[in-house]
């Protein structure tokens, strides 16, 4: 079955290799795909696992990557697989066209290829997956979900994965139905026996026991940063189904079921909307919120879209909201299974009017997690929305990342809220008016206090006692009030990071979110060729003074970015008034996640560097 | 435009409700709204409901949305929070408000553009989930604040102020939160004080989705010979179909029973509405009824007042969600956040 083509120079690698399962879209292929992810994790390598899919779904290609990398490189690596698991026919020519050359193609040739449809440089695997599993299961669905299982042992012989490892996670996921296990290790054992007996050692990519993984935890950005919501007091999420950010909301009601119903009473402490649309999640987020429950809904680009005038009345009548958005390329259908960093501009400056948002932007799911639950505390102390920027890349796929952390002396900020005791004791309430120079007003919920603290909310129209006004003057006063309240927000946003090279340099590196971990490789590759950098990880807007020190103490600073126009460049630009020449646009904006070889390649050639 | 206080002075015998207000407690700011305007008559109405009802105006809160009558809620329950919302989101942010807190009052004042046209999907959802809430739509038939466009509520062939015939089909939204679920249904004239008031009054006592659709002439653009939301239009083509007694759960009930043209309907919290009706066929708590009904005396060009429908054992969208019975703004750390254990917990799980 082993079909080796001649004078093939096959890569051998351990520990160091990328692997890519092409599928068909609802075959039940996932959860093999995520247990094979694990298994190498479970050997103490770390795996970071990227899923490629359209928006359709059954029937339409999907694709699973898994970079393994035991020095701990976690973005895209870029380039082809060295080792194609091609299971989708539909999708074959493609698949085989962008396998590293000495790379591997493993494939089901219960009904062999010819010849012709394979390359010269690469090693062809076949094991015959279908006729085993039709040989051995009689029931359809059984026989489909069985050979990727099948095929997860016949790769665990290829690659040498440790058995155990599997079995112990497959008895972690069957917990309690034994039977499912006993099925499911049979059929393991089945792919594994067969390439033991018929073929010998035809991959020389392997897998050995390492230590590279830590206490970390493998977990997706959506659901940290749902987790987040919980663990940030969040009672009220509204929300309307669009991808790639649906998961949060769906993940904060699993999450909720198990934490947050009373035991006594079986009843929630939270209530979850799906919303008729963007507009409604919105609106509903800003009515809890004025009514002092921590509200926020989940979206992605189009939905920030349709909540912008609403964002534009909570930014003018200063109301907490979280906005959690998980960025995708563009409109419509297609492209928005991809991922982008392309809401900047539209989020920091969403709505009519003179407007600015605080923007909080996660690298990983464990900063998902913590920005997550920080979002409602900077929501409650500034009283204005909040985003969280994930995108697809963090959003959709599990990887390692910090375990999540605690403190439980913590308590919910909720900001300048005057009780009925204070109101009574006869503390003077004006809803606008800046008693402490910080720009932050103090605000009431209603039903405080019988006859005092009652307000009427409105956009712009009105005093500092929130009396309707149209005079120039209180308008003015209350926009300069809310630029203040601004530069407030600057302090207690999440700083960002600087990561300095060895040596001094003059040039710098801004990067942000998703970006983090090809940067980091990005810059290994430099280093390499003798380029220095220091780095800058921004992690909020907006931006705190670090970021123009950082600007000003380089000559030359790139600006890493997944989309078109540089947003963030232009973001900088406009809010620190640097020098546009200063800021060199490195921009990847294809749909697929930045790489280091991407990187690393656009500053050496904007340096001149072979 | 300014803000216009009323003065404080009242009458040392004005009178006191059980909480010891009087009416003027339940007024606001002096109303900007063009003198005579059917939207200041419900003002009024509320004010004397919420006095009768003895509700403690800061248990009130009044959302609105964008145009004239959603400017109203300023002019009345000046000790209430209040909430100028968006243009045809009011319903979102009264159904996120009462997420927050099942405790308060909410009352939602929009009107025919607001809640026809743009916002009528919001409107559809708030009736359909059942959030408990008094809803009035102020329907004039037309843009007061633009000037006289004709809105999605303007009748079929009615003539605007500058000679213009609608030629649309008008939208009814009586008969929409009949077919959208909406549990307590009524359709009142801001002109008719003597049914308006304990129509809200019912509402306000109604736990769940009420909905009253009030038409109130515009003085300005549509109060002109051809209009069909004209005060004399609508005067001479009101078909009431029963009057309204509301009487609260505490007072002592005495009414004269008089078969056939009295039904008395005990809402949920024990409070009773005595109709008097004039169509003696006429069953309030049968919403297909309801709807034949009001197709067939719209097409013989009647708009028919009164209360349509009601539930009488409403559920509600916090009952739908199974929310627990605190407001969920009260729930503080203890409850709400699982601590560093569980989170331990649920790192191990993750490896």
Redesign the interface.
């Known amino acids: 079955m082993l079909q080796v083509v001649e004078r093939v120079e096959s890569l051998q690698r351990v520990n160091d290799f990328v692997v890519k399962f092409a599928n068909v879209n609802g075959s039940g292929s996932a959860s093999a795909n995520a247990l094979f992810a694990k298994s190498v994790l479970r050997m103490g390598v770390t795996a970071t696992p990227r899923n490629i899919f359209p928006s359709n779904i059954q029937g339409l290609p999907t694709w699973y990557e898994v970079r393994i990398s035991e020095a701990g490189y976690m973005g895209a690596r870029g380039g082809g697989p060295d080792l194609m698991v091609a299971m989708n026919p539909q999708t074959w020519d493609g698949d085989i066209k962008g396998i590293e050359p000495g790379g591997y193609l493993f494939y089901d040739n219960t009904k062999p290829m010819p010849a012709s449809k394979f390359r010269d440089d690469i090693v062809v695997v076949g094991v015959p997956l279908t006729r085993m599993t039709n040989e051995a299961y009689s029931n359809p669905r059984q026989r489909q979900l069985f050979k990727n299982i099948v095929g997860l042992g016949a790769l665990a012989a290829l690659l040498d994965i440790d058995v155990p490892c599997i079995e112990q996670l497959l008895a972690e996921q069957f917990k309690g139905r034994d039977k499912l296990i006993e099925a499911n290790v049979q059929a393991l054992h089945m792919g594994l026996d067969w390439v033991k007996a018929n073929l010998g050692d035809p991959v020389g990519l392997k897998l050995r026991k390492a230590d590279s993984v830590g206490d970390r935890i493998f977990i997706d950005g959506n659901s940290a940063a749902a987790l987040g919501a919980v663990y940030g007091g969040a009672t009220v999420c509204a929300w309307y189904p669009i991808t790639p950010s649906s998961s949060v909301a769906e993940a904060f009601t699993a999450y909720c079921n198990r934490m947050r119903v009373d035991k006594a009473t079986g009843k929630k402490n939270y209530a979850i909307v799906q919303a008729e649309d963007e507009l409604s999640s919105i609106g509903m987020v800003i009515g809890a919120a004025w009514n002092g429950a921590r509200s926020f809904t989940a979206t992605s680009g189009p939905g920030v879209s349709l909540m912008s005038e609403f964002v534009g009345l909570a930014y003018f009548a200063e109301i907490p909201a979280v906005i959690m958005d998980v960025q995708r390329s563009g409109p419509s259908t297609g492209m928005p299974t991809r991922t982008q960093q392309t809401d900047l501009t539209i989020c920091a400056y969403a709505s009519h009017g003179d407007t600015k948002h605080v923007l909080l932007i996660p690298e990983d799911p464990h900063e998902c997690f913590d920005f997550g639950a920080l979002a409602f505390d900077l929501a409650d102390r500034l009283q204005t929305p909040i985003f969280v920027m994930l995108d697809l890349e963090i959003g959709m796929n599990e990887r390692l990342t910090a375990p999540f952390v605690w403190d439980d002396s913590r308590k919910m900020d909720r900001g300048k809220v005057m009780t009925a005791e204070q109101l009574e004791a006869g503390a003077k309430f004006g809803r606008y008016l800046d008693v402490d120079g910080d720009g932050i007003t103090y605000r009431t919920y209603p039903g405080t206090h019988p006859t005092k603290g009652a307000f009427f909310t409105r956009g712009t129209s009105k005093d500092s006692m929130a009396r309707y006004s149209e005079e120039g003057a209180d308008y003015q006063e209350n926009m300069e009030r809310l630029l203040k309240k601004h530069r407030t927000a600057a302090t207690l946003v999440p700083k960002a990071i600087e990561t300095k090279a060895k040596q001094a340099t003059q040039y710098g590196a801004i990067y942000f979110g998703s970006t983090s971990p090809a940067m980091a490789e990005a810059d290994e590759q430099l280093n390499a060729r003798g380029v220095a950098l220091d780095m800058l990880r921004l992690r909020a807007f907006p931006f705190g003074p670090e970021v123009e020190a950082f600007i000003d103490a380089h000559e030359t600073v790139f600006v890493i970015e997944q989309n078109r126009d540089g947003q963030m460049r232009s973001m900088l630009i406009n809010e620190l008034e640097i020098n546009p020449k200063k800021l060199a646009k490195v921009v990847h904006y294809d749909g697929t996640p930045i790489t280091a070889r991407f990187i690393s390649g656009a500053i050496a050639k904007h340096l001149n560097i072979q | ?3 216009i206080p009323k003065p404080k002075l009242h009458h040392p015998d004005l009178q006191k409700n059980a909480l010891g207000y009087t009416r003027r407690d339940y007024e606001g700011p002096v109303s900007t709204l063009c003198a005579g305007c059917g939207h200041d008559s419900i003002s009024a109405a509320i004010v004397r409901a919420c006095f009768e009802l003895d509700i ?4 009130v ?1 009044k ?1 609105s949305g964008i145009g004239c009558s959603s400017k109203t ?2 002019y009345f329950l ?9 243009h045809g ?1 009011m ?11 099942k ?2 009052i909410y009352l939602g004042v929009s009107g025919d553009g607001d809640s026809a046209s743009i916002g009528l ?2 409107f ?2 708030a009736m359909r ?1 059942g959030v408990n809430m008094v809803y009035i739509v102020e329907n004039n038939g037309v843009y007061g604040l633009t000037k006289g466009q004709f809105s999605a509520t303007s009748d079929k062939g009615a003539k605007s102020k500058r000679g213009l015939i609608n030629a649309d089909e008008p939208i009814d939204l009586v008969g929409m939160a009949l077919q959208l679920g909406a549990t307590f249904v009524a359709r009142s004239f801001s002109g008719d004080k003597a049914q308006l008031v304990p129509l809200i009054e019912a509402a306000l006592k109604h736990q769940g989705a009420a909905f009253i659709d009030c038409v109130s002439p515009c003085v300005a653009f549509n109060n002109h010979e051809g209009s069909t939301k004209s005060f004399d239009y609508v005067r001479e083509h009101n078909a009431a179909l029963n009057t309204l007694d509301f009487i609260s759960a505490r007072s002592e009930i005495t009414v004269d029973y008089a078969p056939g043209t009295l039904e008395m309907v005990t809402q949920h919290d024990g409070s009773i509405l005595q109709l008097r009706k004039l169509h003696t066929s006429y069953d309030v708590n049968d919403r297909v009824a309801a709807m034949t009904y009001m197709q067939e005396r719209a097409a013989a060009g009647e708009i028919v007042t009164g209360l349509l429908y009601v539930d009488p054992n409403p559920r509600d969208h ?1 009952a739908h ?5 605190r407001p ?2 009260e ?3 203890d ?6 254990r ?2 331990d917990r ?2 191990a799980g ?2």
């Open positions: 435009m300014t803000f403690a105006p800061h248990r809160a959302l809620p300023t000046g000790a209430s929070h209040g909430f100028n919302s968006v989101r319903p979102s942010v009264a159904t996120g408000a009462n997420l927050a807190n405790e308060l999907g919001q559809a959802h989930r916090h969600l199974n929310t627990v019975d969920l703004n729930l503080s750390d409850v709400l956040v699982p601590g560093a569980a989170l649920l790192n993750l490896r």
